[in-house]
Nanobody, 120 residues
């Protein structure tokens, strides 16, 4: 079991920055992969950035060069640094954790989300 709590969302003007945090209930080094997803009104949830064990990362094309995912093992926290924000980044951002357990396969855990609103 993993509980995830996001924070850091808010209202920001276009061109501004925000840093989202996701605190996990267990060591993130014990989690196989962590990611940020987002869901805009009327749209499907989409992957924004992901980080797997070993620190490999990948990003949606729409955020490459602007967003950075990182982790702090000491704080059990994953961050999403978002720079040069655009109105189209407006969405609820969700933290996701994937744990692969022998005999159970891959299990997904989700936070409740944090709202990011970018004004033009």
């Amino acid at each position: 079991q993993v509980q995830l709590v996001e924070s850091g969302g808010g209202l920001v003007q276009a061109g501004g920055s925000l840093r989202l945090s996701c605190v996990a209930s267990r060591s993130i080094s014990s989690i196989n992969a962590m990611a940020w997803y987002r869901q805009a009104p009327g749209k499907q949830r989409e992957l924004v950035a992901a980080m797997a064990s070993g620190d490999s990362t990948n990003y949606a094309d729409s955020v490459k060069g602007r967003f950075t995912i990182s982790g702090d093992n000491a704080k059990n926290t994953v961050y999403l640094q978002m720079n040069s924000l655009k109105p189209e980044d407006t969405a609820v951002y969700y933290c996701n954790a994937v744990v692969i357990a022998r005999g159970y396969g891959a299990m997904d855990y989700w936070g409740k989300g944090t709202l990011v609103t970018v004004s033009s």
